[in-house]
Structure formats: structure tokens, C-alpha cells
């Protein structure tokens, strides 16, 4: 496990200050994942979670620790450095799919090979390709409004993964779906993980949590358990 | 919606500054129009000296001294390069024929005055050519006298009377004849002599002088000057003056009209690029989920801000291409509505307008985009 870890993050503190009072969002988080992990954060509200995912997401910098990706210290990395990360290793699904309403879900999906500078040829390429093996291949012109709550999330899947990253960064990807269409997006997101994709998924769902092979559990910004179940085939730190 | 407000706000500001300049334009043109109608390759003498040289609107009231005569216009004629002399003398008086009686201005001149003011006879002939001197008792009249005297009758061999005297219609303008603002279609001509009995007066009004070529004008000018002060005793009383001068001038004063105009519409120009960054603001506000996400989907922010700069120099160069079009076809119908007045817009007020409405969108796009790309994108994507 300590070969090639894929994350490693040491001695991680966050604070906000809200106004005079200090929030402690993060206290002395130390987390090593491995590539291909499928990960559960768990926790009530306020526990910390979100800072968590976004600090793995590079959209927040720790104010002490390290946080080294693939083995590169990307902390001290420029803004636009670490944009270039996040465009290429890191993908993100959002609870509320976060697409652009004026753009056509085969748009939605170009978007990130766009900002990432590819040349149209190839763009168009990839984005048939990621329509096609997630089955929206006859949805591409349409707008998100237009797409049911599952078509939406698949949209941000392919959309998240169109870079083919690292990592899959994902924040109550079923929040917002009912259970039937959020169990298909699960399923698909544990297909990705199956190729070798890391998953980590933060959510309130025991359901959900229970299915990721590692769990994480935090309280006041700390991590208070990580288990790994026994059925897990990356870790097995029980034998 | 906000788009369509905000390339509405450039197109008014960019149609402001084309249909100001065409006005502007429009009307410098019309002037020298009016100028080029007095005749081509002129110099006019007028009596008075102006303390300044050029035109000066003052040498149009002021007396003089010493009197400008028929023969000081007529030893004129010695100079080497002048074409035609006509003296004029100018003065209203009535005109009374088959019991009809109208006010009406009189010009008392030669018969010349057909040649080098180049207006066109309707009917008839000009003032016969050996008057000068005794003065026959002919009178030439306007389109527009004839008409109201006259009516279809033939007015030709009749007598009407002017002022005192009683004299022959030998001839007809045509209409239309226009110069300096004044219509010849309600003037008498009459021969000077006979207006200067008349008028009981010596003095000319102006003598105008049809220089043989374009080149020839300046040279004219210095000579004619020379020759009236010899006449006149060493005394430089008089003012000579050259179309090119009195267009010139014109020219000048119309110019910095039209900058005047074209500085007002600057403004709105302005106040357009001041819209179109409070729109980009707001739109930035409106748009803060998005570009968190485009933060997340990995763009840089130089990436963002050209996204905003792009948008806001698309939306002012639409605004402004709208305005173009719009301020030409305003100035398409005021041209239909006045066909006198050429209300064409110059070629450089609109790209000036084209221009100001893309460095202002560029410019007032600068702020908002840098604020889009300074947004922290965990806020901005949390807000929803």
C-alpha cells in the first residue's frame, strides 16, 4: 500500500473564519489512497467533508500540511498549474450536475476537452465516443432541460470523465435522483472504478456508503474511522 | 434579453454618433453647396476693410469711408486675368404691374451678372450689354415675381413699375436659382445705373469678379486690392475676399461642428461601454455557478477572463454593426424627407463609432472578467 500511492495527503489543517468565530473544518488529516480505491466519505453535516473533497479536487489549499498527487507536491503549485491538473487527472460530479442550461449535452461533454486546448477534430471524436458508451448518443443536441435527472447526471459522468482522470471526485451524486435512477448512477460509477479509475464519493447515504469498499467516517474535521471491508481487493490491511 | 438590452444601449450609441455626423456633415456640405451656386472662380470685393484678414462676418454690416463706384468696377476689368465684372448694388423697393403691388428685393448690375452668378433665363432675354453708364429701363424678374404678378400671361414687352420708374420686362429667371441663402426667384434685376438712381446712391454693394482660371485667383486678388487702394487715394478701404476663403472659413466653423456633434454622441458612446460593464457585472453575478464548474472542469483564469472579454467585444461589435445600419437608414430618411440637404454619414465618424464601441466594450469588459476570474470557485460553485 505504501507503493505508488496515488494520494497522500500529511498533517492537513483548514480553518474559515466566519466573521470573528474560527471553523475548524479540517484538523490533522492524514489519508493515503492508492490507486483504483473506491472510497465512502462519511459524516454528518459540518464534519468536514466537503473541505475534504474540495482540498482533493485542488479548488482549496490547505493552510498546513502536504497534499502530494501521483507523487507531486501539489500545494504549492500556481493557480493555473493546478487548473491544468484538475482539467487533466481530477474529474468532478456534482450533487445538482452543475451543466450549462445553454448548452447541448454533447456541448456540456466538450466543454473540458475545450478548456483543455484540444484541436476540434479530435473533440468531436471523443465526444461521440463518450455519448455513445454512456447511451446519449441520441440526446446529444438536446439542452439539460430537456434531459430527465438521470440523463442529467450521466451527461456530468461523461463529462467528468471525458479526460479519462485519475481520480473521480464525486459529492451526493444521488442527492438529487430518485432511487431507482440514483442506483444506475452508482452502478456506472463503479463500472468506471472497476477500469481502475479512483472513486471517492462523499455522502449522507448509509446505503450508498456501505457499498464502497473503504469506508471513511469523519466528525469535527477529523477522520474518526477508515474501514476497509474484507471484500475489497486493493486493500487488505486486516491480514 | 440582457444581450438584446445591451446591443440595443452600443446600437444607439453607435447610431447617435453616425446620424449626428451625417447632420453635421450634411449641413457643411449644404453651405459649400450653397457657395459653389454664387459661381465658380469668384472674387468679391467689398467695400469697408476688416482689421483681420479672411472672411469675418462683421464685413458684411460695416460702412466705408469711401465709396466703392461702377468705375472702380469697371477699370477692374484692366486686370490681367479677370473674365467678366459685375457690379452689384442691392436694395428692396416695390414692384406695382396690373394692380398688383409686392415688396421685392432689387439687384442693380450688368449684364454679366447672368454669366459669372451662372443662373439660366426662362424666358426673354438679360439686361442689354451698353448699359452701363446711362441705364436703360429693363427689369429681369424672378420666377416666383412672375408668377405672383403675372400669373400664365406672358410677361414679356410689358411695363410694370418699380419704385418710381417704369420699366420693361425683357426677361425671366428660371426657378430654382439659389446662392448665399437667397432665392433669385423673388429678386428684380434691374441695370446698376437705374438702381442706383433708384436708390439714390453711388456705393456698391459688392463687385464680383470671374477670374479667367482656378490659378489665376490669387493673383487676382493682390492686383484687384492694389489697384482699388491706387484708386482710392493710397487707402486700403476695401475688403477682396475668394470663395475658396469664405468656404474655407465655413468649412472650418462647420468642421468643428460636426467634432462638437460627434463629441456629444462620444458621450452616449460612453455611457453605452458604462452599460455594457454593469450588464457583464451582473452577468458575472448570474453566472457565478458556471464559472465555478468551468474552474473545476480544470480552466485557467487568463481562460475565464477571455471568455468574458470575448463575450463583451462580440456584444459591442454586434451593437455597434446594428447601430451602423440603424444610423444609416435614419439618415437615408432624412435625406428622403430633405432632399436638399445631403445628410450623408462621413466614412470616418463611422468607424470612429465602430471603434469607440469596441474599446469600450473591451475596456469596461476588462473589470468584469477580471472579477470572473479572480471568483473562488468552492463559493461559487456552492452557490446555486
Known sequence: ?239 | MRTGLLMLAMSIGVAAVVILTALGDGARRYVVGEFSSIGSNLVIVLPGRSETRGFNPANLVTSTPRDLTVDDATALLRVPGVERISPIIVGTTEINAAGKLRESMMVGTNHEFLRVRQLKLALGRFLSQDDVGHGSAEVVLGALIRREIFGTENPLGKTVRVGDRRLRVVGVLTEGGRGMGMTTDELLIVPVATAQAMLNTNTLFRILIEARSREQIADIKTRVLKLITQRHEGEEDVTVITQDAVLETFDKILNVLTLGVAGIAAISLAVAGILVMNVMLVSVTQRTAEIGLLKALGATSAAIRQLFMVEAVLLSLTGGLLGTALGYLCAAILRHIYPTFPAYPPLWAVWAGLGTALVSGLIFGVMPARRAAQLDPIQALSKR
Open chain 1, 1 to 239: 500500500m505504501a507503493d505508488a500511492a496515488l494520494i497522500q495527503l500529511t498533517g492537513i489543517d483548514r480553518t474559515f473564519y466566519l466573521g470573528d468565530s474560527q471553523v475548524h473544518a479540517l484538523r490533522k488529516v492524514d489519508l493515503t489512497i492508492a490507486p483504483g480505491e473506491y472510497i465512502a466519505v462519511m459524516g454528518p453535516s459540518g464534519s468536514g467533508k466537503s473541505t475534504l473533497l474540495n482540498l482533493l479536487g485542488l479548488l482549496d489549499r490547505p493552510d498546513i500540511g502536504t497534499y502530494q498527487l501521483e507523487g507531486r507536491d501539489v500545494t504549492t503549485l500556481a493557480p493555473d498549474e493546478q487548473a491544468k491538473v484538475r482539467s487533466e487527472r481530477i474529474g468532478f460530479i456534482f450533487q445538482s450536475f452543475h451543466l450549462v442550461p445553454r448548452l447541448t449535452a454533447a456541448a456540456n461533454i466538450e466543454l473540458p476537452l475545450m478548456l483543455a486546448g484540444m484541436p476540434a477534430g479530435e473533440r468531436a471524436k471523443r465526444v461521440a465516443q463518450a455519448l455513445k458508451e454512456y447511451g446519449l448518443t441520441d440526446r446529444a443536441q438536446h439542452r439539460p432541460n430537456e434531459l430527465s435527472g438521470g440523463q442529467r447526471q450521466r451527461v456530468a459522468i461523461a463529462r467528468a470523465t471525458v479526460q479519462r482522470p485519475a481520480v473521480l471526485l464525486a459529492d451526493e451524486p444521488t442527492g438529487n435522483l430518485d432511487r431507482a435512477t440514483g442506483e444506475e448512477v452508482v452502478r456506472l460509477l463503479e463500472a468506471l472504478n472497476a477500469t481502475g479509475m479512483t472513486l471517492i464519493v462523499v455522502t449522507h447515504d448509509p446505503v450508498l456508503g456501505a457499498r464502497a469498499k473503504r469506508q471513511l467516517r469523519m466528525e469535527d474535521g477529523s477522520i474518526v474511522s477508515d474501514v476497509t471491508s474484507a471484500a475489497s481487493p486493493h486493500t487488505s490491511p486486516l491480514t
